[in-house]
């Protein structure tokens, strides 16, 4: 059986972790805060750099910051 495309609520609903951290980032600026805050305490630098680039996605969009960062 040939697989079929993914209809766009399907689609919707499957969007990336990464997608759901940014948004859940724009919603609950706290939470980026605490996010931020425990990457600082506990992570590494390429943990800095994904956490950076997310934030900055959710504040502006994707600026040239997060391009960098990646």
């Known amino acids: ?3 079929e495309r993914a209809t766009p609520v399907i689609a ?3 969007r990336s972790h990464e997608d759901a951290t940014i ?3 724009t ?3 706290a939470y980026a805060a605490e ?9 590494d ?4 750099r994904v956490a950076l ?8 969009g994707q600026p040239a910051t997060a391009e960098v960062a990646e």
């Open 45 to 48: 630098t390429a943990e800095l």
């Open 1 to 3: 059986m040939k697989a």
């Open 12 to 14: 919707q609903l499957c």
């Open 35 to 43: 996010y931020l805050k425990a990457v600082l305490e506990d992570g």
């Open 53 to 60: 680039k997310r934030m900055s996605r959710a504040i502006a």
């Open 23 to 25: 948004e859940s980032f």
């Open 27 to 29: 919603r609950d600026p």
